[in-house]
């Protein structure tokens, strides 16, 4: 009965006799919402996604979109791949330091499997474009920085730029 709540991703049980029950849970720890047509699912780090959100869910995590049901009814070991790109991707901002300043609201995956970033109070928008991601972060660390230090606020970072990866366009607001 244990291991059928969503939250308990593995539960043991020993028994030492004559009268000694162990048991062992190991629970799952919410990482993300995905967005998955018109629900919200809690996923694990790893990108799996185990239960439709409830109202009692934890409700302040960042939000996958970008993935439909049809791509899930199709090629869930697909999507759950794409759900883990995006959250390492969301790993390293916070490595960077970037999420400290601009908490990451909304990870979109494109349909060509392109990243975009929504992060901070101000929804700035952050085109990653495809990988290699962690040169992207820094340049994007010290646009925001930049940024920060002129008290100017931009919209949109584009650093998927595939030609001149160096070049980075910010639109400000």
């Keep these: 009965a244990i291991a059928a709540d969503p939250w308990?991703?593995?539960?043991?049980?020993?028994?030492?006799?004559?009268?000694?029950?162990?048991?062992?849970?190991?629970?799952?720890?919410?990482?993300?919402?995905?967005?998955?047509?018109?629900?919200?699912?809690?996923?694990t780090r790893d990108g799996e996604f185990f239960?439709?959100?409830?109202?009692?869910?934890?409700?302040d995590l960042p939000v996958v979109t970008g993935v439909t049901a049809e791509q899930v009814a199709r090629d869930r070991a697909g999507v759950v791949i794409a759900v883990r790109r995006a959250l390492d991707v969301l790993e390293d901002l916070d490595r960077a330091g970037v999420s400290r300043r601009y908490?990451?609201?909304?990870?979109?995956?494109?349909?060509?499997?392109?990243l975009v970033f929504t992060i901070g109070k101000e929804g700035i928008s952050l085109h990653l474009g495809r990988p290699p991601y962690r040169e992207k972060i820094a340049q994007a660390s010290q646009v925001l920085s930049e940024l920060a230090r002129r008290?100017?606020?931009?919209?949109?970072?584009?650093l998927d730029n595939e030609a001149h990866p160096e070049r980075v366009v910010v639109r400000m607001r």
């Design 103 to 114: 908490p990451t609201q909304e990870l979109h995956i494109e349909k060509d499997g392109t």
């Design 8 to 43: 308990i991703e593995r539960a043991t049980v020993t028994r030492r006799l004559p009268s000694t029950i162990h048991v062992s849970v190991v629970e799952r720890e919410a990482r993300a919402l995905v967005a998955i047509g018109g629900d919200l699912y809690l996923a």
């Design 151 to 158: 008290k100017a606020n931009a919209s949109v970072i584009f």
């Design 51 to 59: 239960k439709r959100h409830g109202g009692e869910d934890p409700a």
